[in-house]
């Protein structure tokens, strides 16, 4: 019986004091933490993309809690993250514009010249790097850096050779305006239907040789609406969406290469 | 002399990683920074020495007089378990950022074979009690030396030009191999 009943008996004790032992130093070490911070990060996306600025999901979290972040910061997760964060906290969610990423080129297989063919590594960042293989060196390199950089499966490639953007999937995280080497990607308000899908600063003749779809600086937009477009750079540039006139938009959509003018169907996959 | 001879022996020659292939998942785990890596060192080194200490108590106070030797790998988990929690709240408590890159594999520690072999090697060799302290640190130093190095070359690594089927684990194993083959080159310090 002593057999059994001394190394229970040891062992039981042992347990004990090593309890007793983390019992006393949990007491001791225990860190205070704010459980605001476990319920935020409960609710946002758990993406960890950094689009709000922030490190992570968590980092973002304990931003909100301590004050020096907006509960609608983050804009993977959009007005229900935010009005869901700032139940948890309390306060006022504040307005959110879904915003959606746009391509600022219609330098389709039909409309854009190639100078080349090239035949290096296929991402747009290679092929940037030696000019591409378009004329028009400003325009989309159609390698899909930007459709892989997605976290969110809102890109694909079109059949035109240009990326496409579903707008519903498209969460603004930026990461597919990082990932463009020349730029062509812009976030843009959703309700934004006005834009200019041209980034070419070359002159209008040069311009116009290699592409058909490229602005030309003619300047017709920025007679329609003056209050709202620019040129800068032989590049007409909206300033302000929200100062077009719709009444206008006529007007400027008789831009002669299509390079302004309304979102087209085809625009938004 | 046998103390130096013990602790020589510890941190080169029959280090844990290199020699018994003990610990390998945090050695590939946190080995990517050298920061966390040497973090990392000094937890294992910490709880290893402390293991040493309090498995050599309860071998030598408790289970050998009692001749419960039997009892020695339950209750040398019970030790480690113990001491790896109080680590854990310890680091929590002061560097919540070590805490957040240490990551699974702080906890892990309870369950990283090296330390449970640090005591029983210990125990197998009967060590007294001072040596059993340098052996526990010395382990200990040799484990932080062996992560740090791997964490120096993996740091290197990602600038080098690593053949894609061998990216990751797979050239983490072949390092740490060729590292195991250089430290079984201090072999012969010791006859």
């Given amino acids: 019986m002593t057999d059994v009943l001394i190394p229970v008996i040891t062992m039981t004790a042992l347990g004990f004091l090593f309890s007793v032992g983390l019992v006393f130093a949990y007491k001791k070490l225990k860190v205070e933490e704010d459980p605001k911070i476990e319920k935020v990060s409960e609710m946002l996306p758990q993406a960890n993309c950094g689009a709000c600025g922030f ?4 980092a973002f979290a304990e931003a909100v809690v301590k004050g020096s972040a907006e509960p609608n910061g983050c804009p993977v997760g959009g007005e229900e993250v935010a009005q869901n964060v700032a139940d948890i906290l309390g306060v006022h969610a504040g307005e959110i514009i879904k915003r959606v990423a746009r391509v600022h080129c219609r330098g389709t297989h039909s409309a854009a010249i190639n100078r080349g063919f090239y035949l290096g590594i296929s991402t747009c960042y290679a092929s940037h ?3 591409g293989n378009k004329q028009c060196s400003f325009g989309c390199l159609g390698f899909g850096d930007c459709v892989r950089a ?4 809102a ?9 496409i953007v579903r707008g519903e999937k498209c969460t603004a995280c930026g990461k597919c305006v990082d990932a463009c080497p ?8 959703l309700t934004q239907n006005i834009l200019v899908y041209c980034r070419s600063e070359d002159r209008g003749p040069l311009a116009r040789k290699g592409c058909k779809n490229s602005c030309i600086a003619c300047g017709i937009c920025v007679r329609a609406c003056p209050e709202a477009i620019v040129l800068e750079k032989n590049l007409a540039i909206i300033t302000d969406y929200k100062k077009i006139d719709p009444e206008k938009i006529p007007e400027i959509e008789k831009c002669p290469t299509d390079a302004i003018g309304r979102l087209r169907k085809d625009d938004d996959g | 002399m046998e103390l130096v001879a013990i602790f020589i022996s510890a941190v080169l020659i ?7 292939f003990l610990g390998i998942c945090p050695f590939l785990g946190v080995s990517k920074k050298i920061d966390s890596a040497f973090s990392m060192g000094l937890a294992v080194t910490f709880v290893m020495s402390i293991t040493a200490v309090v498995s050599w108590l309860i071998n030598n106070l408790i289970l050998i007089p009692y001749g419960l030797d039997y009892l020695q790998i339950v209750s040398f988990i019970l030790v480690i378990a113990s001491l790896v ?20 594999y702080l906890p892990l520690i309870t369950t990283n074979c090296a330390i449970m072999g640090l005591a029983l090697i210990a125990a197998l060799n009967e060590y007294s009690f001072v040596e059993t302290v340098v052996f526990g640190f010395g382990s200990g130093i040799g484990f932080t030396l062996a992560i740090i190095l791997m964490a120096g070359i993996r740091e290197q690594l990602d600038l080098a030009d690593v053949p894609e089927p061998l990216k990751g684990a797979g050239i983490a194993l072949i390092v740490a191999g060729i590292m195991a083959l250089a430290f079984n080159g201090f072999i012969g310090m010791l006859t």
Avoid: T, W
């Avoid at chain 2, 029959?14 to 018994?20: D, M, P, R, S, T």
């Fill in chain 1, 150 to 153: 997605c976290l969110f499966d």
């Fill in chain 1, 129 to 131: 790097l030696v000019g």
């Fill in chain 2, 85 to 104: 929690q109080l680590v854990e709240m310890f680091i929590r408590k002061i560097s919540p950022p070590l805490y957040q890159a240490l990551g699974i």
């Fill in chain 1, 55 to 58: 490190s992570g999901c968590r």
């Fill in chain 2, 14 to 20: 029959q280090n844990f990683v290199l020699y018994y």
């Fill in chain 1, 182 to 189: 020349r730029n062509i990607l812009e976030l843009h308000p």
């Fill in chain 1, 155 to 163: 890109m694909h490639m079109g059949e035109e050779g240009l990326p």
